[in-house]
């Protein structure tokens, strides 16, 4: 079962981390944000959603 919800956060993650790739943010932005995602893996992405994207 932790094998399936560390997959599901992987490819979260990864689906993230290539949407704040596809942003028009700023490349500093970009760089901070993916930082917060890989160190962050459950909490980057939310709040990526929450507060980054606009």
Not at 4 to 12: D, E, H, K
């Amino acid at each position: 079962m932790s094998r399936l919800i560390s997959l599901a956060v992987l490819i979260l993650d990864v689906v993230v981390i290539l949407d704040i790739l596809k942003s028009n943010k700023d490349t500093e932005k970009k760089i901070l944000w993916i930082i917060a995602v890989i160190f962050l893996p459950l909490i980057g992405p939310i709040l990526y959603y929450v507060i980054g994207k606009k």
